[in-house]
Nanobody, 122 residues
């Protein structure tokens, strides 16, 4: 599986960005796809994920109400719509995919994209 992420950039606090992650290389059954992020000097943390078959999603508490995850089964592609961005959202965002039991557990994901930088200025 290859994951190609795009959509990062520089935005002012309160602004919005939309990340996309296109998957290729296999068909998707009950996969989870989503996003982790890593800020400088911090551990990589869960952001959001969606279960491919059911569309069930899970969001980290820190981004609830501001970020939305969705998918396009036809492509397949997962999106992260980020609104009301804060400086603390600044990080490299990694797209992930895998046959997971828990959507939030980093080690369960087999496939990682290359990362896309999101920078939020104050």
């Amino acid at each position: 599986v290859q994951l190609q992420a795009s959509g990062g950039g520089l935005v002012q606090a309160g602004g919005s960005l939309r990340l996309s992650c296109a998957a290729s290389g296999r068909t998707f059954g009950d996969y989870g796809m989503g996003w982790f992020r890593q800020a400088p000097g911090k551990e990589r943390e869960f952001v959001a994920a969606i279960r491919w078959s059911s569309g069930t999603s899970y969001l980290a508490d820190s981004i609830k109400g501001r970020f939305t995850i969705s998918r396009d089964n036809r492509k397949p592609t997962v999106f992260l719509e980020m609104n009301s961005l804060k400086p603390e959202d600044t990080a490299v965002y990694y797209c992930v995919a895998g046959s997971v039991h828990s959507l939030t557990i980093k080690r369960e994901y087999d496939y990682w994209g290359q990362g896309t930088q999101v920078t939020v200025s104050s």
